[in-house]
T-cell receptor
């Protein structure tokens, strides 16, 4: 998966508990993204980062926060998980050099179930 | 109206068939058009990438973009069972948008031996 590692790959948690998903990249890319994928909705952008400590909201950011304290790690936090946040979460990176300028590369996904 | 519309299918075809997958969009600022393939329980992987209008061919796959109609297509010739997957169209405007992609909902394709 092009140097992208997501952890955990699977998690089951209870409503109201905090959850943090981690995305780690090994290639020093500037741009990183968190998407969620749900049946009937496709992939939707939650938050993205364009550098260390530089983040911005996507279309479905409510209930989520992110942090990027170093280039290689982008964390997604659910402060108080709800059942509506049961989903598959994908991290993506933008390879900011070379051809295919607007192409994203995705990780393998983190499957979260909130009971 | 969503920015990108894609028929979710499912679409089932016999091996060897020609498959046509399509998306329409409403944002005239979109310049970059992509098709991703996603196998079950895997991450999306880039299949085809096109900038602006025109056709692009890669083996059995052809991507077409018609910006005047705001319509993109992916054709798969001589389809194989290994092509069974969900196909996602994605698009974005110029790089100034921080390279964010907007996706269609995906079309589930099954190619039967």
């Amino acid at each position: 998966d092009a140097g992208i590692t997501q952890s955990p790959r699977h998690k089951v948690t209870e409503t109201g508990t905090p959850v943090t998903l981690r995305c780690h990249q090994t290639e020093n890319h500037r741009y990183m993204y968190w998407y969620r994928q749900d049946p009937g909705h496709g992939l939707r952008l939650i938050h993205y980062s364009y550098g260390v400590k530089d983040t911005d909201k996507g279309e479905v950011s409510d209930g989520y926060s992110v942090s990027r304290s170093k280039t290689e790690d982008f964390l997604l936090t659910l402060e108080s998980a709800t059942s509506s946040q049961t989903s598959v979460y994908f991290c993506a990176i933008h390879p900011s050099s070379g051809s295919g300028a607007n192409v994203l590369t995705f990780g393998a996904g983190s499957r979260l179930t909130v009971l | 109206q969503k920015e990108v519309e894609q028929d979710p299918g499912p679409l089932s075809v016999p091996e060897g068939a020609i498959v046509s997958l399509n998306c329409t969009y409403s944002n005239s600022a979109f310049q970059y058009f992509m098709w991703y393939r996603q196998y079950s329980r895997k991450g999306p992987e880039l299949l085809m990438y096109t900038y602006s209008s025109g056709n692009k061919e890669d083996g059995r796959f052809t991507a077409q973009v018609d910006k005047s109609s705001k319509y993109i297509s992916l054709f798969i010739r001589d389809s194989q069972p290994s092509d069974s997957a969900t196909y996602l169209c994605a698009m974005s405007d110029r790089g100034g948008s921080n390279y964010k992609l907007t996706f269609g909902k995906g079309t589930l394709l099954t190619v039967n031996p």
